[in-house]
Every structure is written in structure tokens, then in C-alpha cells.
């Protein structure tokens, strides 16, 4: 994954351990052209809405989420793909009081514009684990006619990020691989919880994937080298089940931000960590359009 020498910070590893709090994020600041795109005044309000539609990836029907700042009269509005973990759905990806803190940081100026979009991806670690269900194919191929026909995304419909949590923070740094590979790296990828384990005695218990080889083909902590530049954020729970992992690959990768505070693998840990990811993300989030 590259950046291809992108505006914003320079690569840096932050790491911080302990009761401390959350780091420092980046914030937005001067003159904001977009402000006038929405509503200041009465509390914002995310419109959050959901579609269900055919994924010929994973010959089923699929919901499809997008959670946008506002009703903002704009088009191809950034967008970041949200993945959720095992045993989760589109409808459930965001963590607790991520879209009203994305429509309260878009209205105050903290935040530049941008959205989500949340697919129904299964349990198989976002890849092909099951002939004919390729979660993978879905994010890569038809996400972006899907962002394309709502106006959303850059010109061709591209999402600009991609976030996950547990399962999907590992889906989240694949399709950050698979996006590098094809020439098309994103602009960021948040790790949140994300599925790294260290045996394949307890990823086996998962059953995405066929065997220890196909594993370590596609986890992302023994292919580090194929993100290429991307900004990468991770946050995890030090009481996390999967925070072994999480420090092996911070320690590997060297992320932009690298948190590991307080906290388990749950909503808890996920809602105080949210205005950190939402600033990650906005860093690096590609400027609006102000044409309608």
C-alpha cells in the first residue's frame, strides 16, 4: 500500500502503553472551504441509511450501509469501507458513536467531509474461504459501482480508506494489500481490535481458512512488506485477547499511530478510541469537491 507521496504527516510510529490516554491526532485547521456544506447551529445529525442489494461476489443478497455527516450537497464525497468482525453485519460495523462524532468533527471544522460504507462481508476473514463467496471480490470490484451509482466515492466510485474491527481490522489491512497490489493504494487503513493471532491452533477454531499455509499467505503480521506506504493506525485493548498480535505487528510495521491503552475487545475500549480514528482517517481524507 503507498501513499505516492500524498499530502500529510510524515510515516512515523506512535506508540503509547498505559493509562495516558489517547495520543494527540492531527486536527484541521485555518480556513475550511467546505464548512458552508453544512448545517451549524442545532446538534448534526449522520444520515445513516441502509440498502439491500445482489452480490454476485458472494452470490447472496447483502446490506449495504452508508453513514455520511450530513445531508451534504456534494458530490463524491470520500468514503472509507467499514468492516465488521466474525459473526457481524454491515448494519452493526460502526462502533458505538462513530457517525454522530463523524456528523458533530464535519459541522465544527474538526473533521473534513467524508463518509462510510458498510457491507455484509461473512465470517470468512474477508476472503474467497468458500468457493463462489468471495468477500474480497465484493470490496474490490463492486463496492465502487455501488459508491458510483450513489455518487459517492472519488470519480470512479473508489473508497479512499478502509477501517475494521477484529475480523474486519484483519479484512482491513488484506484489502489494503490487495489495493497495493493493484495500483490503486490507499490513502489509510485503521486497525481496530484487528484479528491477528500468533497459533494456528486458535485461528483453526475460526474456519476461514483451509489450511496453515493458506493462512499465512494472507495474515497480514507475516506479510508486513506488501502494505507498501500506506498510513497505517492500529488500536487495541491492553486486556484484548488479540493485543499479542496487535504488538508484534506495530512492532513490524511501524504505524503512523500505534495505540495500546486500557481496555478489552469490546465497545467500551471501541467508543473512546473513535474521535482518534476519525482524526486518522480525516488526515489523510482527499478534499471535497464543492461542486453540487
Not at 453513514?67 to 457481524?88: D, E, R, S, Y
Not at 470468512?124 to 471480490?137: F, I, L, Q, T
Amino acid at each position: 500500500m503507498g501513499d505516492g507521496g500524498r499530502p500529510g504527516l510524515s510515516r512515523r510510529s506512535l506508540l503509547i502503553a498505559g493509562a495516558a490516554g489517547l495520543a494527540a491526532t492531527g486536527v484541521v485547521s485555518g480556513s475550511l472551504p467546505w464548512l458552508d456544506l453544512v448545517t451549524t447551529g442545532a446538534a448534526p445529525e449522520p444520515l445513516v441509511r441502509t440498502d439491500r442489494v445482489f452480490s454476485a461476489a458472494r452470490g447472496q443478497d447483502v446490506d449495504v450501509v452508508t453513514i455520511l455527516p450530513a445531508q451534504l450537497p456534494t458530490k463524491n464525497l470520500p468514503m472509507c469501507v467499514l468492516l465488521h468482525g466474525l459473526h457481524g453485519r454491515a448494519r452493526h460495523a460502526a462502533p458505538t458513536g462513530l457517525p454522530a462524532a463523524l456528523a458533530r468533527g464535519v459541522a465544527a471544522g474538526t473533521l473534513p467531509p467524508f463518509g462510510f460504507i458498510a457491507v455484509d462481508g461473512g465470517n470468512n476473514y474477508w476472503h474467497e474461504n468458500r468457493v463462489g463467496d468471495n468477500a474480497m471480490a465484493m470490496l474490490l470490484e463492486e463496492v465502487p459501482r455501488w459508491l458510483r451509482a450513489r455518487g459517492l466515492g472519488d470519480a470512479t466510485g473508489t473508497p479512499f480508506a478502509c477501517a475494521g474491527v477484529s475480523m474486519g481490522g484483519f479484512g482491513a489491512l488484506l484489502y489494503a494489500r490487495r489495493r497495493e497490489e493493484m495500483r490503486v493504494p490507499l490513502s489509510a487503513v485503521a486497525a481496530i481490535s484487528p484479528g491477528l493471532l500468533m497459533s494456528w491452533r486458535e485461528m483453526s477454531t475460526r474456519r476461514a481458512f483451509k489450511s496453515t499455509q493458506e493462512w499465512a499467505s494472507l495474515d497480514p503480521l507475516r506479510n508486513v512488506e506488501k502494505l507498501g506506504r500506506v498510513p497505517v493506525g492500529v488500536w487495541c485493548g491492553t486486556e484484548d485477547h488479540f493485543i499479542e498480535g496487535t504488538r508484534k505487528f506495530i512492532r513490524l510495521a511501524s504505524p503512523e499511530v500505534g495505540y495500546m491503552g486500557p481496555g478489552g475487545h469490546g465497545d467500551g475500549f471501541y467508543r473512546r478510541i473513535v474521535p482518534d480514528v476519525l482524526g486518522f482517517l480525516g488526515r489523510h481524507a482527499p478534499a471535497v469537491s464543492r461542486k453540487a
